[in-house]
């Protein structure tokens, strides 16, 4: 498989994960805000693979948003302050015991994984689509 196959399959996944969090959001919150983060992480991941980068730790691809995308003018700090938000809630969703995301949270959250997937469209409009 080469790169560019890679990105897009990691883009289908991140449009699937985008869907998904918006149909939980009045189901399930945690569902809701885990599904947005990895909307994002795969969305991220493919405008990286674009590149010929791949990442194994989750903590290197949000290492590489803020150093390679928000340091180097691509992305706002705001938008790269918004992934790593991201990231917290996926380990409070998923790994929260008595705490959970709370609604308007999610909702937060499921907006911001569509931002996040426009501005990767965005950068790459000959090889990804925006999302519905």
């Known amino acids: 498989m080469n790169?560019?196959?890679?990105?897009?399959?990691?883009?289908?996944?991140?449009?699937?994960?985008?869907k998904v969090a918006r149909s939980n959001l009045?189901?399930?919150a945690d569902a809701a805000?885990?599904?947005?983060?990895?909307?994002?992480?795969?969305?991220?991941?493919?405008?990286f693979m674009v590149r010929g980068q791949g990442?194994?730790?989750?903590?290197?691809?949000?290492a590489a948003v803020h150093r390679?995308?928000?340091?180097a003018g691509v992305w706002s700090a705001r938008l790269g302050e918004a992934y790593s938000a991201l990231v917290r809630l996926r380990t409070l969703s998923d790994y929260g015991?008595?705490?959970?995301?709370?609604?308007e949270e999610a909702r937060v959250a499921v907006e911001t994984?569509?931002?996040?997937?426009?501005?990767?469209?965005?950068?790459?409009?000959?090889?990804?689509t925006l999302p519905a």
């Open 68 to 71: 390679d995308l928000v340091k």
């Open 33 to 47: 805000a885990s599904r947005a983060y990895y909307a994002a992480f795969f969305a991220v991941s493919a405008h």
């Open 26 to 28: 009045a189901l399930d």
């Open 3 to 18: 790169p560019s196959d890679e990105a897009l399959a990691l883009w289908e996944r991140a449009l699937t994960a985008l």
């Open 97 to 103: 015991t008595l705490d959970h995301v709370p609604a």
């Open 113 to 128: 994984a569509s931002q996040i997937l426009c501005a990767v469209a965005t950068g790459h409009p000959a090889v990804f």
């Open 55 to 62: 990442f194994r730790k989750h903590s290197a691809l949000e």
